[in-house]
């Protein structure tokens, strides 16, 4: 197993984002939500859209352009136009540094 040193967010304030364009195909968006750190692919699996475009509310994520909701946390789709999930990743905070699990 190769862990993704991805950088700093000792800054990633409470509700807010940070995309990591040069990670996987599409980027990996990473969030801080109530103190936990949450990891998914910069990409709305409605129409290839990058959900770093969008809204974090709590632990949901609104796509720009059709507003299709998921939540952060297990990649599950809360309404349409999305009827299939978002990938999620495994992140952990390790001395104030994102690290993604491979």
Do not use: K
């Amino acid at each position: 197993m190769n862990d993704l040193d991805l950088g700093d967010l000792t800054d990633l304030r409470d509700g807010a984002m940070r995309v990591f364009a040069d990670v996987g195909e599409h980027g990996v968006v990473v969030c801080r939500v109530n103190g936990q750190l949450y990891a998914f692919d910069d990409n709305c699996s409605h129409r290839d859209a990058r959900l770093s475009e969008g809204r974090l509310r709590g632990t949901t994520i609104t796509c720009p352009v059709h507003g299709a909701q998921f939540d952060v946390r297990t990649g599950e789709h809360r309404c349409a136009p999305a009827t299939s999930p978002i990938v999620v990743r495994v992140v952990r905070e390790t001395g104030g540094r994102a690290v993604l699990a491979d």
